[in-house]
Nanobody, 127 residues
Framework: QVQLVESGGGLVQAGASLTLACTTS????????VGWFRQAPGKEREFLAT????????YYTDSVKGRFTISRDIDKNAVYLQMNSLKSEDTAVYSC????????????????????WGQGTQVTVSS
């Protein structure tokens, strides 16, 4: 059973940076394509970024491109989402998701492609 756990959320001021981590127990994250999503109150879940199993391919939604960076640390069995220049509209619950059975360089943007989800971590950006 794959369990994903997010950490690193919190309350920050606009313009600040925050790095979220996605880790797992009982599995290797390199077995999974990993994506980051967020959901703000009253809004649908939004795709943010995804990284291939190899860690060499990434894809971002336009709203975070240039501000957010997704990366892998194989030694720590973790995937990170570094978020810079945070805005009040970035306030949401951030979740990581994992998809198994994908090739080494594949990416997934659709939430329905993912098999495993963490419980999420709250990010609040005050203006």
């Amino acid at each position: 059973q794959v369990q994903l756990v997010e950490s690193g959320g919190g309350l920050v001021q606009a313009g600040a940076s925050l790095t979220l981590a996605c880790t797992t127990s009982g599995s290797l994250l390199t077995d999974l394509v990993v994506g980051w999503f967020r959901q703000a109150p009253g809004k649908e879940r939004e795709f943010l970024a995804t990284i291939s199993r190899s860690g060499t391919a990434t894809y971002y939604t336009d709203s975070v491109k240039g501000r957010f960076t997704i990366s892998r640390d194989i030694d720590k069995n973790a995937v990170y989402l570094q978020m810079n220049s945070l805005k009040s509209e970035d306030t949401a619950v951030y979740s990581c998701a994992g998809r198994g059975g994908s090739s080494w360089f594949m990416l997934h943007r659709d939430q329905y492609d993912y098999d495993y989800w963490g419980q999420g971590t709250q990010v609040t950006v005050s203006s």
